[in-house]
């Protein structure tokens, strides 16, 4: 189901695409080749940090490893930044999509146990388990029309860095396409390890908390992408709002060395993938032969 979800979801819009296209200018470099080896070790360098982080469990955010990785690129490439569009798109939304996660959840989760607080658990949390279908397609749907989009964006730029479309082009079929089936093949693929680390290591979730968990997250999703059109982190998002819902249970009852860890990825995520496309960027530069 979250698959299908994803790959419906890739194709609700295309102006967080627009967004993550417009992070770096490679129009002054030396030649379009020359651009598509900056961003071939932007994309590098994100794969490689998302390796890292899958293969210890930890949910970093793939968006930021891949704006990270472009800019760490282009920076030591000679590209041009657009600073203004990294801090309005990527780096505000990076703090405040988190914290209104948190509190969002929070709150809604101590709504749903006033509201049901005369009722039989079983049977609340029987109804939940269905109603968390619904809230799980949501997010879904979300990281679709989020995440999706930030392959798009990537792709876009390298057909514009190629001179094989013009930066004003709609953006092809074949790439929505493309992008949608790959993030919903991802899910299919599996990555238990992470799903682990979300539902179980954080906090065990029960279904009411799930739910309030699941609809922030795919509400604050749909926010960013269709209001702000700011390329946010799915999984700060609902790893957030999972805090923020398990922290009504008790504070204690979230796991808060494991997100101590979380944190520490989420923070080291973007200067990391910067860092590892730079040295990708420098091999090839090499192996190419470029000036």
Same mark, same amino acid.
């Given at each position: 189901?979250?698959?299908?979800?994803?790959? $419906?979801? =890739?194709?609700?819009?295309? @102006?967080?695409?627009?967004?993550?296209?417009?992070?770096?200018?490679?129009?002054?470099?030396?030649?379009?080749?020359?651009?598509? $080896?900056?961003?071939?070790?932007?994309?590098?360098?994100?794969?490689?940090?998302?390796?890292?982080?899958?293969?210890?469990?930890?949910?970093?955010?793939?968006?930021?490893?891949?704006?990270?990785?472009?800019?760490?690129?282009?920076?030591?490439?000679?590209?041009?930044?657009?600073?203004?569009?990294?801090?309005? @798109?990527?780096?505000?939304?990076?703090?405040?999509?988190?914290?209104?996660?948190?509190?969002?959840?929070?709150?809604?989760?101590?709504?749903?146990?006033?509201?049901?607080?005369?009722?039989?658990?079983?049977? $609340?949390?029987?109804?939940?388990?269905?109603?968390?279908?619904?809230?799980?397609? =949501?997010?879904?749907?979300?990281?679709?029309?989020?995440?999706?989009? @930030?392959?798009?964006?990537?792709?876009?730029?390298?057909?514009?860095?190629?001179?094989?479309?013009?930066?004003?082009?709609?953006?092809?079929?074949?790439?929505?396409?493309?992008?949608?089936?790959?993030?919903? =093949?991802?899910?299919?693929?599996?990555?238990?390890?992470?799903?682990?680390?979300?539902?179980?290591?954080?906090?065990?979730?029960?279904?009411?908390? =799930?739910?309030?968990?699941?609809? $922030?997250?795919?509400?604050?999703?749909?926010?960013?992408?269709?209001?702000?059109?700011?390329?946010?982190?799915?999984?700060?998002?609902?790893?957030?709002?999972?805090?923020?819902?398990?922290?009504?249970?008790?504070?204690?009852?979230?796991?808060?060395?494991?997100? @101590?860890?979380?944190?520490?990825?989420?923070?080291?995520?973007?200067?990391?993938?910067?860092?590892?496309?730079?040295?990708?960027?420098?091999?090839?530069?090499?192996?190419?032969?470029?000036?």
């Amino acid at each position: 189901m979250a698959a299908i979800m994803n790959f $419906v979801g =890739a194709f609700l819009g295309q @102006k967080v695409a627009q967004t993550v296209s417009e992070v770096i200018d490679l129009s002054h470099v030396s030649s379009p080749s020359h651009g598509l $080896v900056i961003v071939l070790a932007g994309l590098i360098g994100a794969i490689g940090w998302n390796l890292v982080t899958w293969y210890f469990g930890l949910p970093s955010s793939s968006s930021h490893a891949l704006i990270g990785g472009l800019v760490g690129s282009a920076l030591v490439a000679g590209g041009v930044i657009r600073w203004a569009t990294i801090v309005d @798109k990527v780096l505000i939304p990076m703090i405040a999509s988190p914290l209104v996660g948190f509190g969002l959840a929070f709150l809604v989760m101590l709504s749903i146990m006033w509201i049901f607080r005369r009722r039989n658990p079983h049977r $609340v949390s029987r109804g939940f388990r269905l109603a968390q279908t619904v809230s799980a397609a =949501a997010l879904a749907l979300g990281h679709g029309l989020q995440d999706a989009q @930030k392959t798009m964006g990537v792709i876009f730029l390298a057909l514009v860095t190629g001179n094989y479309i013009s930066p004003d082009s709609d953006l092809p079929l074949w790439v929505i396409f493309s992008a949608a089936f790959a993030i919903s =093949a991802g899910t299919y693929s599996g990555g238990f390890r992470i799903m682990r680390t979300l539902g179980r290591k954080i906090i065990h979730l029960d279904p009411p908390r =799930a739910f309030s968990a699941e609809s $922030v997250g795919a509400l604050v999703l749909y926010t960013t992408a269709f209001v702000w059109h700011a390329p946010v982190s799915t999984t700060h998002i609902i790893t957030s709002a999972i805090m923020g819902s398990g922290a009504t249970k008790r504070l204690s009852a979230v796991r808060w060395g494991v997100a @101590k860890n979380i944190l520490v990825a989420w923070v080291s995520t973007f200067p990391a993938a910067g860092i590892f496309a730079a040295v990708v960027y420098l091999i090839l530069k090499f192996v190419f032969q470029l000036p």
